[in-house]
């Protein structure tokens, strides 16, 4: 079954079937959560900028932020029938691109997705995170693998 490719930018979220390429770059100190259901077949993927929560419901931009993606994502997951607990995780990204020391706005990014994560009982199989470099990922769904980059390729 031909799929499709589906860019998910930053402060977006999407959630294919097998078949379907999730892909997301120019990742700095943003963490990209790639979710897998291995049962339903199905995988999501959210490209986070911020810790926390929008402040605002109606804020166009709510998605940047940690726990409005996570909830988003695992929403439109469950439509197909995936629950949180049977979810697989990779995370790719929190990179302090701009070098700065004292920059901690990667780890608070990272340190979010991780508490978000443990506390819907979702398993990190595998990370990619840290560094200095920007990074590109693609969700292959049907293989059930991600693949990440160093750079802007995907």
Do not use: W
């Not at 379907?20 to 259901?37: H, K, M, N, P, Q």
């Amino acid at each position: 079954m031909a799929g499709s490719l589906k860019d998910v930018q930053t402060g977006e979220v999407a959630v294919g079937a097998r078949g379907d390429i999730l892909r997301s770059s120019a990742i700095g100190s943003c963490v990209v959560v790639s979710l897998y259901s291995p049962r339903e077949q199905v995988g999501g993927q959210a490209h986070i900028m911020l810790p926390g929560r929008s402040l605002k419901d109606d804020n166009p931009l709510k998605l940047r932020y940690c726990l409005d993606a996570v909830d988003a994502v695992l929403g439109l997951m469950a439509l197909s029938g995936s629950l949180p607990q049977e979810l697989e995780a990779c995370l790719v990204g929190a990179g302090n691109v701009l070098k700065r020391p004292e920059d901690t706005t990667a780890s608070n990014n990272l340190a979010a997705v991780e508490s978000i994560l443990t506390e819907k009982g979702i398993m990190v199989r595998a990370r990619s995170v840290g560094g200095m470099e920007r990074r590109s990922v693609r969700f292959d769904i049907a293989r059930a693998c991600v693949f990440f980059y160093c750079g802007r390729r995907a």
